[in-house]
């Protein structure tokens, strides 16, 4: 048993608890821990979220061990996703895109991770579906430079239609122009930081305050990568809030924690409590959250990229 400096990702706040082992499994307390308890050199956090994955698209073995305890799939067939031990799988279900949009037309989308709707008749019915599977949010794609996009008329319903179940919709938006569309027209989380067009303050300013961003900043590289790190960095300046997300499966990405997405953050100018804060890290009172030590760091030294699973022996007084 040991003295240990936790993360509580309530009250984004460092704390001093205690660790123990219980029954084989290594428990964080919120329990002042005894003047004389040694004290665990290093701190705690829960395991860390990507906002954006796709599960079907990568090997799945290395999720268990990572330092990812919980995921979000952003674009897959109903009933498609495995079980991952020690992780928390959430979904949208199906890519929502209209007849002939994206990525309707790509090989590496899996049958039926894409429903192509006509009209508010087919959105309300494939949200329903989505909702009844357990989805905890609507993809919808907007990308213009691919194919269709839905109007203005019918994007706004499903946001409509989505927020009647709470439900939000996350977009994928693409092309001139399209950010700022899909955040006037509802969209409450986009899935991909801006990387088309540089927008300018006043559309930084405007999204600040209505929309969050998924980061996926790492796939880019050049002038896109550019971009989207400015307007990353003067997004979070402006006040927004950006979560951490890699598209995991769009190409030759990790399975785990992104390095490369790490450190475009820090580019952004996010990192500090700030990066932890994106990489919305589990509840380590939680029992079923997993949990991961960064032997030798104080708050402010912690770094997610040297943070490994806490084992009983780190406990062993």
């Given at each position: 048993m ?12 460092w ?9 084989g499994?290594?428990v ?16 705690v956090t ?27 799939d952003?674009g ?44 508010a ?12 599977a ?11 430079t ?9 994007f ?39 990387f ?5 303050d ?20 050049g ?10 960095r003067?997004?979070r300046?402006?006040?927004g ?9 769009n190409?030759?990405t ?18 500090g ?6 990489l ?9 959250t ?28």
């Amino acid at each position: 048993m040991r003295a240990v400096t936790w993360l509580d990702r309530h009250a984004r706040s460092w704390r001093l608890g205690v660790g123990r082992v219980d029954d084989g499994r290594v428990v964080v307390t919120d329990e002042t821990p005894p003047d004389d308890l040694p004290h665990l050199e290093g701190v705690v956090t829960g395991a860390f979220t990507d906002a954006h994955v796709h599960l079907a698209l990568v090997d799945l073995a290395p999720l268990a061990t990572s330092a990812l305890g919980m995921v979000l799939d952003l674009g897959s067939a109903l009933g498609s996703l495995a079980p991952v031990p020690g992780v928390t799988i959430r979904f949208a279900g199906a890519f929502l895109t209209p007849p002939g949009g994206y990525p309707s037309d790509r090989a590496w989308a899996p049958t039926g991770s894409v429903r192509e709707i006509p009209d508010a008749e087919a959105a309300a019915s494939a949200v329903a579906e989505m909702k009844d599977a357990g989805a905890t949010c609507i993809k919808v794609a907007s990308n213009r430079t691919a194919g269709p996009v839905f109007s203005d008329e019918l994007f706004a319903a499903i946001v409509r239609i989505a927020a009647s179940v709470d439900l939000t919709v996350v977009a994928h938006a693409e092309g001139p122009g399209e950010a700022q569309r899909v955040a006037r027209l509802g969209a409450g989380v986009l899935a991909h930081a801006p990387f088309s067009e540089r927008l300018t303050d006043d559309e930084i300013a405007a999204q600040a305050g209505s929309v969050r961003w998924i980061s996926t900043l790492a796939i880019h590289e050049g002038e896109t990568y550019d971009i989207a790190v400015d307007n990353v960095r003067r997004f979070r300046a402006a006040g927004g809030t950006v979560h951490y997300g890699t598209d995991m499966g769009n190409g030759p990405t990790p399975v785990g924690l992104n390095a490369g997405e790490i450190a475009a953050l820090r580019d952004a100018g996010i990192d500090g409590a700030d990066l932890l804060r994106a990489l919305s890290p589990g509840d380590p009172l939680d029992a079923a959250t997993r949990l991961l030590f960064s032997p030798g760091a104080t708050p402010e030294t912690a770094d997610p990229l040297h943070a490994r699973p806490l084992t009983p022996a780190d406990l062993e007084a």
